[in-house]
């Protein structure tokens, strides 16, 4: 669909909706399924360089991974490319044996080497979504050696150190481990780049689907399978439509030309949540709504303006308005569910305790500063909120919205208002970046973790608490060790603040089932089925 075409479709869909009445133009093939998101972050589709919930919704249907977490199993994986496992005694060395008869798209068989191959691929690209191994101690120098086929179907994966074995798991769980068709890359290589360049419009996959059609900021169409290993989809095309405006999404909803919508605001969410015509998922996404403080400010860097900071957030009014969809009240740093959960909420919205805390630290008079926000809902509604009650308590801060995200990652910014989400359904995944930051340094190789993004020296004892639930394999003392990371995190008046915990929405249409919005944003399409 060309953009003429496009736009005259909205402008038929509004029409439409403008008759007292009418009925829906058109509906969505009953062997398609079309979804709505926003592509403008969205680069390319290599499983070992994107790094977007988006991105990783298509990869978590084009390429299967060795073990797989269903929605509301989070603790639990299951078999996919691997069908059993074990565990050596130390925690060390994990033994997988690999599905017989599985084919990639390109029709080459899936061997314990392409897993491997694949696994060394993620680490030596060296991409932002390395960490999910890198993090175990994985080098470009000691992969090969570490994770290796034996046989056919046999792939031995040894950590340089022992680490708690689910959290091992997890990270082979996510989009960044997807197995990759080694001989089908080999003469796409370019330059050395182990056919990066080939896989951002192209797919070298197992999964249910297959890649049809990639266009940047447009479209995606993905074909079924018919040889997946686990059954054809009864979705003979998925199609993803670049639609980042919630009021399109809305219409096209209404008109029946998309089957799940992503980018709802508030106000059309509680148009379909009143009307009951259409089905709403909030999904638990790991991360959080937060406020970064950069450190290396000199006013920003005192505990009561961060403190202070705190009490500037109207948690109730908001949870109440523009988060009702978006996120529920959280000032800890381990999401809900999870081992070290803790369900405290010691701040409130409090004008004059805020004063006092900027009079003790010197700001009586208050300050200005710049907060950088992200566009669209819910941001915007939040600054404007938070920019009102710092102007009770003396702070001008001049709201710049946009796509500042770099200036959060390069460290260039006063105040960063944004959100986290973690592929990893563990603490370690949050806290590793929250509360983990070894080097200080503006040169430091840290820029993917948000304390160091806001160049915050977190205390010793955090960090040692962090890495020690990480190396623990008791799950009853991780769980101890995570409860106490939580609540020293809460006493250090952190330079992020946390106020909500993240959720993401899903708007589906009632003809559509099975479709379910997964935690870890690796949604599938092959168990959905339309009326």
Same mark, same amino acid.
């Given at each position: 669909?060309?953009?003429?075409?496009?736009?005259?479709?909205?402008?038929?869909?509004?029409?439409?909706?403008?008759?007292?009445?009418?009925?829906?133009?058109?509906?969505?093939?009953?062997?398609?399924?079309?979804?709505?998101?926003?592509?403008?972050?969205?680069?390319?589709?290599?499983?070992?360089? =994107?790094?977007?919930? +988006?991105?990783? +919704?298509?990869?978590?249907?084009?390429?299967?991974?060795?073990?797989?977490?269903?929605?509301?199993?989070?603790?639990?994986?299951?078999?996919?490319?691997?069908?059993?496992?074990?565990?050596?005694?130390?925690?060390?060395?994990?033994?997988?044996?690999?599905?017989?008869?599985?084919?990639?798209?390109?029709?080459?068989?899936?061997?314990?080497?392409?897993?491997?191959?694949?696994?060394?691929?993620?680490?030596?690209?060296?991409?932002?979504?390395?960490?999910?191994?890198?993090?175990?101690?994985?080098?470009?120098?000691?992969?090969?050696?570490?994770? &290796?086929?034996?046989? +056919?179907?046999?792939?031995?994966?040894?950590?340089?150190?022992?680490?708690?074995?689910?959290?091992?798991?997890?990270?082979?769980?996510?989009?960044?481990?997807?197995?990759?068709?080694?001989?089908?890359?080999?003469?796409?290589?370019?330059?050395?780049?182990?056919?990066?360049?080939?896989?951002?419009?192209?797919?070298?996959?197992?999964?249910?689907?297959?890649?049809?059609?990639? &266009?940047?900021?447009?479209?995606?169409?993905?074909?079924?399978?018919?040889?997946?290993?686990?059954?054809?989809?009864?979705?003979?095309?998925?199609?993803?439509?670049?639609?980042?405006?919630?009021?399109?999404?809305?219409?096209?909803?209404?008109?029946?030309?998309?089957?799940?919508?992503?980018?709802?605001?508030?106000?059309?969410?509680?148009?379909?949540?009143?009307?009951?015509?259409?089905?709403?998922?909030?999904?638990?996404?790991?991360?959080?709504?937060?406020?970064?403080?950069?450190?290396?400010?000199?006013?920003?860097?005192?505990?009561?303006?961060?403190?202070?900071?705190?009490?500037?957030?109207?948690?109730?009014?908001?949870?109440?308005?523009?988060?009702?969809?978006?996120?529920?009240?959280?000032?800890?740093?381990?999401?809900?569910?999870?081992?070290?959960?803790?369900?405290?909420?010691?701040?409130?919205?409090?004008?004059?305790?805020?004063?006092?805390?900027?009079?003790?630290?010197?700001?009586?008079?208050?300050?200005?500063?710049?907060?950088?926000?992200?566009?669209?809902?819910?941001?915007?509604?939040?600054?404007?909120?938070?920019?009102?009650?710092?102007?009770?308590?003396?702070?001008?801060?001049?709201?710049?919205?946009?796509?500042?995200?770099?200036?959060?990652?390069?460290?260039?910014?006063?105040?960063?208002?944004? &959100?986290?989400?973690?592929?990893?359904?563990?603490?370690?995944?949050?806290?590793?970046?929250?509360?983990?930051?070894?080097?200080?340094?503006?040169?430091?190789?840290?820029?993917?973790?948000?304390?160091?993004?806001?160049?915050?020296?977190?205390?010793? +004892?955090?960090?040692?608490?962090?890495?020690?639930?990480?190396?623990?394999?008791?799950?009853? &003392?991780?769980?101890?060790?995570?409860?106490?990371?939580?609540?020293?995190?809460?006493?250090?008046?952190? =330079?992020?603040?946390?106020?909500?915990?993240?959720?993401?929405?899903?708007?589906?249409?009632?003809?559509?089932?099975?479709?379910?919005?997964?935690?870890?944003?690796?949604?599938?399409?092959?168990?959905?089925?339309?009326?």
């Amino acid at each position: 669909m060309d953009r003429r075409q496009f736009l005259g479709g909205v402008a038929l869909g509004a029409f439409a909706a403008a008759m007292p009445g009418s009925a829906a133009l058109a509906a969505t093939p009953q062997d398609q399924l079309v979804i709505a998101v926003n592509m403008g972050s969205m680069r390319g589709l290599d499983p070992h360089e =994107a790094n977007q919930i +988006e991105s990783a +919704e298509i990869l978590a249907n084009l390429y299967d991974r060795l073990v797989y977490f269903e929605p509301d199993a989070l603790d639990a994986p299951k078999p996919q490319l691997a069908e059993s496992w074990t565990v050596s005694e130390d925690g060390r060395t994990f033994t997988f044996t690999i599905r017989e008869g599985v084919t990639f798209h390109s029709g080459n068989p899936l061997t314990a080497e392409d897993a491997a191959w694949s696994l060394a691929r993620l680490v030596k690209l060296g991409l932002a979504p390395a960490i999910d191994l890198r993090q175990w101690g994985y080098e470009e120098s000691n992969v090969e050696t570490l994770i &290796r086929a034996t046989d +056919e179907r046999t792939l031995v994966l040894e950590t340089p150190e022992a680490w708690s074995p689910g959290l091992i798991l997890a990270s082979l769980a996510s989009s960044a481990c997807s197995i990759v068709d080694r001989a089908f890359l080999a003469d796409k290589e370019q330059n050395g780049d182990l056919g990066r360049a080939h896989l951002q419009a192209a797919d070298a996959g197992s999964g249910p689907f297959s890649l049809r059609t990639w &266009r940047a900021n447009d479209v995606m169409m993905a074909d079924a399978y018919a040889d997946y290993w686990n059954g054809a989809p009864a979705m003979r095309r998925v199609i993803m439509r670049h639609m980042p405006e919630s009021s399109v999404q809305r219409l096209q909803l209404e008109t029946g030309d998309l089957d799940v919508a992503t980018r709802l605001s508030s106000t059309d969410l509680d148009v379909f949540e009143k009307a009951g015509t259409i089905d709403i998922q909030k999904v638990q996404g790991f991360g959080f709504y937060y406020v970064a403080l950069n450190q290396k400010d000199e006013i920003l860097s005192s505990p009561q303006v961060r403190e202070a900071f705190r009490y500037l957030i109207d948690y109730d009014g908001l949870a109440s308005t523009v988060m009702r969809y978006y996120g529920i009240k959280s000032q800890t740093v381990i999401p809900n569910g999870l081992p070290g959960f803790l369900d405290e909420m010691p701040y409130s919205l409090d004008i004059e305790k805020a004063k006092a805390l900027l009079a003790e630290a010197g700001y009586p008079d208050g300050f200005s500063k710049t907060l950088y926000i992200g566009p669209g809902t819910p941001y915007f509604e939040f600054a404007q909120s938070l920019q009102a009650n710092a102007a009770r308590a003396g702070i001008k801060l001049d709201l710049q919205m946009g796509d500042y995200l770099s200036r959060f990652r390069e460290r260039k910014f006063d105040i960063f208002m944004g &959100r986290s989400g973690e592929r990893l359904p563990d603490p370690h995944s949050i806290l590793q970046s929250y509360a983990t930051n070894a080097d200080n340094s503006d040169d430091a190789p840290l820029s993917g973790l948000m304390a160091w993004r806001s160049a915050w020296d977190v205390p010793r +004892e955090l960090q040692d608490l962090v890495m020690a639930g990480a190396r623990e394999t008791d799950p009853s &003392r991780r769980a101890e060790i995570y409860t106490k990371v939580n609540a020293l995190y809460l006493e250090a008046s952190p =330079a992020l603040i946390t106020s909500f915990e993240r959720f993401d929405v899903k708007a589906v249409s009632k003809r559509v089932s099975g479709y379910v919005g997964h935690p870890t944003w690796l949604t599938r399409w092959d168990g959905v089925a339309k009326s």
